[in-house]
């Protein structure tokens, strides 16, 4: 979670250092990415960091847990990709400030943007600083700050509304129900969209969408934008994506992804599709044995996380990261809720659960899953370690028809047809 001052004024950013958990500094702020919502409020995107002379790269503001007048504190985790601006983002520093806009009637010259974090854990632009302009000069005077609807001016460039009004009209959606929409769209309009949309979101979108538009909007992306893509996705579902392109490519996009994200996804690959090994993910809820129950349930609460992955924990000899130290069990998330939150999550595991081996096959998996009514079990090798988990998600994705994307979408479409008959 982000910490500091609730409201951050933007171009106090520019030049300030940037600063790693352990307090070395990896650059400085250049500037601040936005996307310009029509009749909304813009979200903020991330920072751009100069990391060296002339190179930027991108800071995806989720990474950011410490705004300070004097420092950005980051997760640690940065990708040095050199920054492409993409068309429906803005730079509020470089694009936005000496912009002249109107409020109340009057013309003023905008001298600074505040963004504020919101419930949702976006953060927005709120407000707008001004100054008073007379003619062609700056006069020195108070500075005014008015809400962002308060102010003209500050509309998106034209060339750009049609990009930004689908993008917008999007942006609440439920990443299956932008698939919908996506997947009816025609092939080159769905590249357009599929290339304005932030890296995180167009992941999740892909995850939901068949195959063969999985592989063709990837191959409409080049090449660096794609593997930053697959990285934003689950390991699973990275790896089944690239299962399905020419060897050539596959290798290409997993040596431009970042070591440690390709790694998992190598792995998974090493499997049958229709095995526990082919079905898991890597990111499961993966503790050691002396974590307290306090900390178990503040991981589970975490709302990027897979529901099914969130129902449990699993506990393991360090290391934690997968392939693990030896298995000892699993703790379900209502024996969490029901024990002190000091208690070792090592002495109340579940021991008598057996967990899946990575080459049981699906049917095993999915008999598995039902007998003991879970929604995900941990993978364990022959030496112990653990792999990975298996969620019932995954289990339905391949014990349904290979189409059925398709065919529910053709099914919606055709109930939203009847509906609207008279």
Known sequence: MNSGPSRVYLARLAGIGVFDPIGDQVGRVRDVVVALRPLERPRVLGLVVDVLPGRP??????????????????????????????????????????????????????VDLAMEPMRTRDWEITKVAVRREKGSRRVRAETLVFDWEEVSGLEVPAEQQGAVQLITAFERMKPADLANVMHELPAKRRREVAAALD????????????EDDQVEILGSLDADRAADVLEAMGPDDAADLLGELPVEQRERLLELMEPEEAEPVRRLMEYADNTAGGLMTTEAVILPPDATVAEALAQIRNPDLNPALAAQVYVVRPPTETPTGRYLGTVHFQRLLRDPPSTMVGGIVDRALSPLRPTMPLAAVSGHLATYNLVSAAVVDEDGHMLGAVTIDDVLDHLLPDDWRESLMDDEEAADDSRSRP
């Open 57 to 110: 790269v991108f800071l995806p503001i989720t990474r950011v847990t410490t705004f300070d007048a004097k420092a950005v504190i980051f997760n640690g985790k940065l990708n040095m990709r050199r920054f492409a601006q993409r068309p429906a983002e803005t730079l509020a520093i470089a694009e936005m400030l000496d912009r002249r806009v109107g409020a109340e009637g009057v013309d003023y010259l905008l």
């Open 199 to 210: 890296d995180e979101r167009l992941a999740d979108v892909l995850e939901e969408l068949p």
